[in-house]
């Protein structure tokens, strides 16, 4: 008959027989540590757009180290707004970046800044209000700290072509080999005119252009309507993108395309003549002022500014509110994973 553990053998024995040791661990397994418990995957963290709720139009990302900078057209009173972020989606909000603006400039009508770091230091390129035409023209200042104050000691713009009805816009870009360019809007729409999108190198240290400048891309597609503007420009893959917003800013037609080319200089080719890359959607409305930026794993993010719907225009209240949706390319087409509303994977930290 079987044996009894409680009456016929000692404790001992029968966790031998069993083939377990004293500790309740299978025998051979030894028993200086308990198995390991197996635990869930960690779910990764989660965002929703937009980021910055707030009214922050024409949005810049620059990257210092593992710190996100934040720049946009002015807005509450403040010239050069500022925030920052460890993540691309929490952002705290550092105050004025603007110095001094040019001689040549009057306030409260800065946009679209864009920041490069050279040799002078964190360089910013803005757009402000000619005093001498009443064109909006483009400058540059310059700070020790991304977060200013940025100083412009400028008597002139860099760049104004009045006889194209100004200059807006600016977008530094810096090439494999180091050669810096920069890109801008003429601003014909002021005055009936078409708008272009060009470009011109700058020196090392991004403060003077040189060379001549080159007309890249007009306005000319239906969807684009009598302005294109907000150039940016990403290379990969030996290709340069240059994307860019076009339609009215106060409108649900406001959209995003870009085009092509093998070289900063062109010659481009639009890929979204038809219809824009990203345009309304939903209740993002009027998406543009787009530019791109890397996580921490190098993976490459679209950042840009949207109405809500039902609220779009300032005359209803409404505000241009910062957004990001992931980025990546198929057969040498960007694809966008957005606009988003719904919770969404987040960038990798710096």
């Not at 500790?23 to 397994?29: D, K, L, Q, T």
């Not at 870009?258 to 890929?271: D, E, M, Q």
Request: hydrophobic share 35%; charged share 15%; glycine share 14%.
């Amino acid at each position: 008959m079987g044996l009894n553990f409680r009456t016929s053998a000692s404790p001992l024995l029968a966790a031998l027989l069993l083939g377990l040791g004293t500790g309740g661990v299978p025998a051979g397994a030894g028993t200086s540590e308990p198995l390991a418990q197996a635990r869930p995957a960690a779910r990764p963290a989660t965002y929703t757009n937009p980021v910055i709720p707030d009214d922050f139009p024409d949005p810049f990302i620059l990257r210092v180290g593992s710190t996100y900078y934040a720049y946009g057209t002015n807005s509450g009173g403040v010239d050069l707004p500022v925030l920052k972020s460890s993540n691309l989606v929490n952002w705290q909000r550092v105050g004025e970046g603007m110095g001094r603006l040019g001689a040549w400039a009057t306030g409260g009508y800065t946009w679209a800044p864009e920041v490069a770091r050279t040799g002078a230091g964190y360089v910013l390129y803005y757009t402000a209000r000619h005093v001498e035409s009443g064109r909006q023209c483009i400058g540059v200042a310059v700070s020790r700290l991304p977060t200013g104050p940025f100083n412009d000691t400028s008597k002139a713009p860099l760049v104004c072509q009045l006889d194209l009805g100004g200059s807006i816009d600016a977008s530094p870009f810096q090439d494999r080999g180091g050669q810096r360019y920069l890109y801008w809007k003429n601003d014909g729409n002021c005055c009936g005119q078409f708008t272009g999108i060009w470009v011109q190198k700058l020196s090392a240290d991004g403060l003077k252009l040189t060379g001549k400048p080159t007309d890249l891309i007009y306005n000319g597609a239906l969807w684009e309507g009598n302005l294109i503007e907000a150039p940016q420009v990403y290379t990969r893959a030996n290709k340069y993108y240059l994307f860019y917003s076009a339609a009215d800013y106060n409108s649900d037609t406001y959209a995003v395309g870009y085009a092509v080319a093998s070289s900063p200089t062109g010659p481009f080719r639009k890929l979204s003549r038809e219809e824009p890359w990203l345009a309304t959607k939903g209740k993002v409305a009027g998406p543009g002022g787009q530019g791109i930026i890397t996580d921490g794993k190098g993976n490459p993010w679209l950042y840009y500014h949207a109405w809500t719907a039902g609220q779009i225009g300032y005359e209803k209240g409404g505000q241009r509110s910062m957004r990001i949706d992931a980025l990546t390319w198929k057969n040498g087409l960007a694809v966008l994973k957005g606009p988003s509303l719904t919770p969404q994977v987040a960038p990798a930290r710096p």
